[in-house]
């Protein structure tokens, strides 16, 4: 059974920084490349960045370019997401998703294209 789990979620100033960690188990972890998304209310869940399995590649939507870094430690079964400079429209539940890439890229932002998603973490920045 696939579980995906992301923890690091908390309330933080605009300006500051958190780290989210992902975790997932259950799967072959270097054959996926992690993604993480957000979706703040009465919004559509929406990309945030993408890691490629062997962490070569990292791709960030426009939002969070030059703010969010991702990474990952695959004998952890782990992939962060280190957030700086955090701004109130940031405020999100924040997933992490896998998506299995034979071809060793990033599958993109859409959600469909990735297969397991955990249950989310709360990120509220306050102003």
């Known amino acids: 059974q696939v579980q995906v789990v992301e923890s690091g979620g908390g309330l933080v100033q605009a300006g500051g920084s958190l780290r989210l960690s992902c975790t997932a188990s259950?799967?072959?972890?270097?054959?996926?490349?992690m993604g993480w998304f957000r979706q703040a209310p009465g919004k559509e869940r929406e990309g945030v960045s993408c890691i490629s399995r062997a962490g070569v590649i990292t791709t960030y939507e426009d939002p969070v370019e030059g703010r969010f870094t991702s990474s990952r430690d695959n004998a952890k079964n782990t992939v962060y997401l280190q957030m700086d400079s955090l701004k109130p429209e940031d405020t999100a539940m924040f997933y992490c998703?896998?998506?299995?890439?034979?071809?060793?890229?990033?599958?993109?932002?859409?959600?469909?294209?990735?297969?397991?998603w955990g249950q989310g973490t709360q990120v509220t920045v306050s102003s």
């Open positions: 259950g799967l072959t972890f270097h054959d996926y490349a």
């Open positions: 998703a896998a998506a299995r890439t034979p071809w060793g890229g990033c599958p993109g932002s859409r959600p469909d294209r990735y297969n397991y």
